[in-house]
């Protein structure tokens, strides 16, 4: 599945390495805001910021569709959701 933030950053010739280095985001950030994850909204934002100096467009998380971390309260608490813990299976060869 193509995203919007992955269409617009192909379209611009950037690579996720490129765009998360002119965002100042891990690549693992720039590539989770990409396939869907779950982002912190600072992180979000400097991808955004990021992709609109380079462009000259103006992008941001009104105009951008992405899953932002939800915060409890102002003390900063993350509200997560925990996937149970799958046991490995042994792979025959």
């Known amino acids: 599945m193509v ?8 379209a611009c010739g950037l690579t996720v390495g490129q765009l998360a280095e002119l965002a100042e985001v891990p690549l ?3 590539y989770l805001c990409e396939i869907g994850g779950w ?3 600072e992180d979000a934002r400097k991808v955004l910021n990021a992709l609109s100096a380079f462009t000259g467009k103006y992008y941001s998380l009104e105009t951008v569709s992405l899953n932002i971390k939800r915060k409890e309260s102002e003390d900063d608490q993350e509200i997560t959701q925990r996937l149970p813990v799958l046991p ?6």
């Open 3 to 10: 995203t919007e933030l992955m269409r617009i950053r192909r």
């Open 28 to 30: 693992r950030v720039e």
């Open 39 to 41: 982002v912190e909204e």
């Open 88 to 93: 490995r299976i042994a792979r025959t060869a």
